[in-house]
């Protein structure tokens, strides 16, 4: 049973660049989120997709946007890089409990670095 | 603002104590908590859930949580140095779509 997949691993970009990073789910999940974790911080929550449409967003700015495929897998997509953007990209998949919530499982993430 | 909150750390423990991680949150609408361990690194591996009130154990972890002081805890019974890692936890509501909120993550050393 595959977990989740992310790619690249490793990324370095100099800033006003463009970035995609990729995520594939558990397999039997069809929900993906996407966090930022900074050094030394917790994940903070990007944005969710489900059925192929963004179902939730945090508190990131209009340059952070996303993509859901029909097979699930997701895209995260950062516009005009900042320095600030430097951090681990985690994907994160979700199976439905009974009670009603999820149990989140992430990926390897990809760590980003912005020159 | 959905808050949860963890003692930085590091808490240094020696091979074969008990290490206690505790964690508070905001939200009393809050139904399902969790323990990641995050190695330097690596992504957070989910550890541990809860949603019931009172104790739960899966080997030498056991997991307690305390609604009406809005507090969860983490004991790691019989540390050993591979327990080395940071430790997160998330709340979250359940229902529609679930978003757990993180705390910072406690760092747990411990030594032989």
């Known amino acids: 049973d595959a977990g989740v997949t992310q790619s690249p691993t490793h990324l370095i970009k100099t800033r006003g660049q463009q970035v995609t990073l990729r995520c594939s789910p558990k397999?039997?999940?069809?929900?993906v989120s996407w966090y930022q974790q900074a050094l030394g911080q917790g994940p903070q929550f990007i944005f969710q997709y489900y059925e192929e449409e963004e179902r939730q967003r945090g508190n990131f700015p209009d340059r952070f946007s996303g993509h859901q495929f029909p097979n699930y897998s997701s895209e995260l997509n950062v516009n005009a890089l900042l320095l600030g953007d430097s951090a681990l990209y985690l994907c994160a998949s979700s199976a439905k409990l009974r009670n009603g919530g999820d149990t989140q499982y992430f990926g390897p993430g990809t760590r980003l670095t912005v020159l | 603002q959905k808050e949860v909150e963890q003692n930085s750390g590091p808490l240094s423990v020696p091979e074969g104590a008990i290490a206690s991680l505790n964690c508070t949150y905001s939200d009393r609408g809050s139904q399902s908590f969790f323990w990641y361990r995050q190695y330097s690194g690596k992504s957070p591996e989910l550890i541990m859930s809860i949603y019931s009130n009172g104790d739960k154990e899966d080997g030498r972890f056991t997991a307690q949580l305390n609604k009406a002081s809005q507090y969860v805890s983490l004991l790691i019974r019989d540390s050993q140095p591979s327990d080395s890692a940071t430790y997160l936890c998330?709340?979250?509501?359940?229902?529609?779509?679930?978003?757990?909120?993180f705390g910072r993550g406690t760092s747990l050393i411990v030594h032989p």
């Open positions: 998330a709340v979250a509501t359940s229902g529609g779509s679930y978003i757990p909120t």
């Open positions: 397999s039997g999940h069809d929900t």
